[in-house]
DNA sequence: ACGGCTGGGTGATTCCCGTTTAGTGTTGGA
DNA sequence: TCCAACACTAAACGGGAATCACCCAGCCGT
């Protein structure tokens, strides 16, 4: 008599209920809401509401608010990923590359604000582990793409001052500071968000790079 | 008979109880709760536990919560534009002037991240009007006192690109990305936060100023 | 001496948030 | 037919900011 008791079997029952989709019903919603109204904007009852269910059902599928918008951003940042990829594939000066990639960067943050503020303005200490590790990862790999270049132009002697790394850090860190105060201070009088990217590039490039 | 109805007169009565003290002791608690918790750390109730009184209690000096952490961070700006009047008057080449104020921004934000991060961080969405023009009037005449320097530079016909304007908003948004992030994401490996301000400073104002 | 006014303070309450607990109706397999 | 798992819900909890209706001590002119 093998008494089966407490045996977790997974998938013994088809997952027959439409219960499938409500994940992906759940993310499309969050996702419209939170483009639209932000992190705070994004409520687990509106984004119940929006889907036509109670706010509880949203813990069915996953453990708190933070999952579901990691998810979403997680999305987001492998589109940009994929950007750096299909850029380092090109075969033109690294120094063409680095700037492709910041220019992309800087693109997709203007493009997806409430994404970028929640993945690169936070300060992450209410977010669990694991989901630090899969979007940090995430978005360390967008910078060890981004670093290539960056070394190869190093190991050509190219760099005026500082390491590899420092550079790198410094290429990215000059671009997101222009894309961030822009996203958070639209109201501010600013130049022409193109006219101050150029300069941003012009000026890290060649001050960071001899040609 | 002068009927006296209504009329606010100003110390008509003598503020003898210690209120007059509570809006200090308030301030100095909340300071100390921001600074060691940050802005969501920092509860009315919180604040209200530390000065030995009841929640209720801080609305009676102070409109709302953002009110109380706004004072606490005019104080820091202030010392902030103190230091930047201060530079401007040393006589010395606008350059270096430049990097001087710069550094001492980028100083001011490590020390003091929890106000750096609500002054220059956060999106201000929350924040009522008349908090608003107090405090971007504040931080604007820091940017202006430092766009000075920057003017005479480009007066010089010393700028490689872009406006005088322009310059100063990529300089200002350069530095601000690098301690935005050393603040926000302080677990990431970095390299020393020290180079990281020099190979930022000294890029910048060489892809930018000629000599 | 005394009643009224008022500044400072409070406890309870409101509303919203994320999250948890306990329970409900349906369904498919034994 | 029974029952266990599933998908879900209503209600509640604790904690946030902010407000409400009060209270009380002290100063005022009388």
């Not at 996702?31 to 992190?39: S, V």
């Not at 990691?70 to 990829?85: F, G, P």
């Not at 899969?134 to 670093?147: A, I, M, T, V």
Request: charged share 25%; aromatic share 6%.
């Amino acid at each position: 008599m093998t008494v089966v008791l407490k045996k977790p079997q997974k998938s013994a029952r088809k997952p027959k209920g439409d219960g499938h989709l409500r994940r992906g019903e759940i993310l499309e919603a969050a996702e419209k809401i939170f483009i639209a109204e932000g992190y705070s904007g994004a409520t687990i009852r509106k984004i119940a509401d929006a889907v036509g269910v109670s706010s509880t059902a949203l813990y069915m599928h996953f453990r708190d608010k933070d999952q579901i918008l990691m998810e979403i951003s997680n999305d987001a940042i492998e589109r940009l990923l994929a950007l750096n990829i299909q850029i380092a594939a090109q075969p033109v000066d690294p120094v063409a590359r680095v700037r492709l990639m910041l220019e992309a960067y800087m693109t997709f943050a203007l493009d997806n604000p409430n994404t970028y503020q929640l993945v690169f303005c936070s300060t992450g200490e209410h977010i669990s582990q694991d989901k630090i590790s899969d979007l940090l990862s995430l978005g360390d790999r967008c910078f060890e793409k981004f670093s290539e270049p960056v070394h190869q132009i190093a190991a050509q002697g190219r760099l005026r001052s500082g390491s590899a790394v420092e550079a790198a850090e410094v290429l990215w860190a000059g671009c997101h500071g222009l894309v961030s105060l822009l996203i958070t201070k639209p109201s501010r009088g600013w130049s022409s968000s193109e006219g101050l990217m150029k300069v941003m590039l012009d000026g890290l490039l060649h001050g960071l790079v001899t040609d």
